[in-house]
């Protein structure tokens, strides 16, 4: 197939690259398609006529996405859509990737595909509406809702990735104070990468939930990154509320990979062992190799 990948320089968009080396790939860094560009998204799509195009980017700093709602929706929302609209002008299978915030965070149980969305903040609201636009656009859509993602890029667009700030903290301190009731899947790119190769070669459009195995804390995924790292550095948990961070969170957003499992694809290995192999390649590479593409 011929796939065209926006946000070619995040942490899944580089993660892509690096697997889906069965296809014929145009990565799209954001300078050589601006997905707010409506034009230029037309003209990309009729140059290349890509046979699906995977949206892997996105504005996600969430605390800044508060105050710059324009910004958050032109990207999150109104990027999406027209990549909808291109996909449909030139048949293209689209792969639009979405976020465990669209809930509320309220389920005693993780969150199925058709449980219903509940965005706490201009993030999610903008991220939620992009699903919207997507799915009303063009019948063949896969949205793909994910948790809590680390990546070998370092997390460009949002600035960090959760790992590479802990190990940076834990050197830099000797107590890193982590939020403990925010629960959800840490999720490794490189396996997200390898299960949608996997699933934009079938037909089986609509919604999806895909994670790492296993669930934890954010206070529990810092103490792991400190333990398989040997950091020694405290860690002390605390509230999403005494944290007091501008955006309001979700706290339990587990998702359940319902769909993925009742297709017969492989689910992605737990999050810990996804750790495992993120901190051997970041080890085998030096710290200075990460975000480029070897
Ligand atoms: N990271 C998480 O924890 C997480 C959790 C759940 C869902 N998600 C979703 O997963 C997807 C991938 O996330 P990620 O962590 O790989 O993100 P990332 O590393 O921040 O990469 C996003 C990329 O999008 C690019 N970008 C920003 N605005 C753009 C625009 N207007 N047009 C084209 N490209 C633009 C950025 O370009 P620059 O490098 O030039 O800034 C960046 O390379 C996103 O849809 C995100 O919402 C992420």
């Not at 996600?60 to 002008?89: I, Q």
């Not at 948790?147 to 959760?162: P, R």
Request: hydrophobic share 35%.
């Amino acid at each position: 197939m011929r796939i065209l990948i926006t946000g070619a320089r995040g942490q899944l968009g580089t993660d892509l690259q690096r697997s889906l080396t069965d296809h014929e790939l145009i990565p799209c860094t954001r300078d050589e398609l601006d997905v707010t560009e409506k034009h230029r998204v037309y003209a990309l799509l009729k140059d290349h006529r890509p046979d699906a195009v995977i949206n892997a980017a996105a504005y996600h700093r969430v605390d800044e996405c508060e105050s710059h709602p324009d910004k958050t929706f032109t990207v999150n929302a109104f990027g999406p859509w027209h990549l909808a609209m291109a996909c449909r002008m030139y048949a293209a299978k689209l792969v639009h990737i979405s976020t465990n915030f669209v809930f509320d965070g309220t389920a005693d149980r993780p969150y199925r595909e058709d449980d219903l969305p509940l965005p706490l903040n201009v993030y999610g609201t903008a991220k939620l509406s992009g699903e919207h636009l997507v799915r009303s656009t063009w019948d063949r859509h896969f949205i793909i809702r994910t948790t809590g993602l680390f990546g070998h890029s370092g997390g460009g667009g949002k600035g960090y990735n959760f790992v590479e700030a802990m190990i940076r903290a834990g050197m830099e301190r000797r107590e890193v104070v982590v939020v403990s009731d925010q629960v959800m899947s840490p999720t490794a790119t490189a396996d997200l990468a390898r299960t949608l190769g996997e699933l934009v070669t079938t037909d089986t459009y609509g919604t999806y939930h895909v994670t790492s195995g296993g669930a934890c804390s954010y206070f529990d995924f810092a103490r792991t990154i400190f333990q398989k790292t040997g950091i020694e550095t405290a860690v002390k948990p605390t509230s999403t509320e005494s944290y007091g961070a501008p955006a309001a969170r979700p706290l339990y957003t587990v998702l359940d990979n319902g769909r993925i499992r009742s297709l017969g694809i492989a689910e992605m290995p737990p999050w810990e062992d996804a750790l495992d192999d993120y901190l051997a390649r970041r080890a085998g590479h030096g710290e200075e190799a990460i975000g480029r593409i070897p």
